[in-house]
């Protein structure tokens, strides 16, 4: 019974954000737990307890880091819908400076997922700024992110790459750590 509203809820989510979510489905029909766990994983792992636009940079910087397209435009769609200024997310994706905090949390969570020598100045920049419990949110959000594209890869879905779009304009991404 409740395998039909998953697929029901992933359609859905599929048509909102014109996203292929085809290797959540087949995670859904390999097992109800297993699907069960990746989802409380997302949802305990989603704690916006930071300023939205830097919580937002964070998981951008967690799809960025380990896909090129898909799962980082659906990060881009969802921040838009936040109220994140689309000319931030383009300066982000494309590598121009933008807004401090915003590229600050992207940069720290760059630094985190790729183990970069700034990290440890990153990280107290952060802390100094926010505090430590910003600092845990963006880390959190910036791992969440990482997961879609991780489990794609290991079911065998991300076999093509897209263009971001930002409203009507594509975005040149800048796949380089910071």
Known sequence: ?????IHAFLR???RRYGYDASYLHELANISLPAFRRFATVQRALAWPKAPRDAWHAAALAGALTEDCGPCVQIATDRAIEAGVKPDILAALL????TDADAQLAFDYARALLTASDTLDDLRE????RWSKRALVALTYAA???RNFPTLKRALGHAKSCQRVRIGETNVTVLKQAA
């Not at 019974?1 to 509203?5: A, E, F, V």
């Not at 494309?94 to 400076?97: D, I, L, Y």
Request: hydrophobic share 45%; proline share 11%; charged share 20%.
């Open 1 to 5: 019974m409740i395998k039909p509203l």
């Open 12 to 14: 859905r989510l599929e």
């Open 94 to 97: 494309s590598g121009h400076p």
């Open 125 to 128: 920049q952060v802390e100094a």
């Open 143 to 145: 791992m969440a992110a």
